[in-house]
Nanobody
Framework: QVQLVESGGGLVQPGGSLRLSCSAS?????IAWFRQAPGKEREAVSC????????YYLDSVKGRFTASRDNAKNTVHLQMNNLKPNDPAVYSC?????????????????????WGQGTQVTVSS
């Protein structure tokens, strides 16, 4: 049974940083971070492919967010720097078992089979 447990959300000032972590168990081919702001659709922020190690990012976070994977700890991190007013949302990690959504892009919500509980990120001065 796949389990995803997130941590690291919180309140930060504009320009600040937060680091999200997702502890994952199970045989997974990709782990992604999604976010959903009130009134908006859920969107993929980054994904890491297990098969080739490729990492993809949403255009609006490139250069500010960095995804990484600690294989020894089965943990995926999302380092978020220079947070902006349009970044606040509930951030969730998601994983795919056999659909390989992260081979040439972020994939779609339907490509991911397992979801964490979500963690709130708030950017406010």
């Amino acid at each position: 049974q796949v389990q995803l447990v997130e941590s690291g959300g919180g309140l930060v000032q504009p320009g600040g940083s937060l680091r999200l972590s997702c502890s994952a168990s199970g045989d997974l081919d990709a782990i992604a971070w999604f976010r959903q702001a009130p009134g908006k659709e859920r969107e993929a922020v980054s994904c890491i492919s297990s098969s080739d190690g490729n990492i993809y990012y949403l255009d609006s976070v490139k250069g500010r967010f960095t995804a990484s994977r600690d294989n020894a700890k089965n943990t995926v991190h999302l380092q978020m720097n220079n947070l902006k007013p349009n970044d606040p949302a509930v951030y969730s990690c998601a994983a795919s078992g056999f659909k390989f959504p992260c081979l040439d892009g972020l994939g779609y919500v339907s490509d991911y089979d397992y979801w964490g509980q979500g963690t709130q990120v708030t950017v406010s001065s």
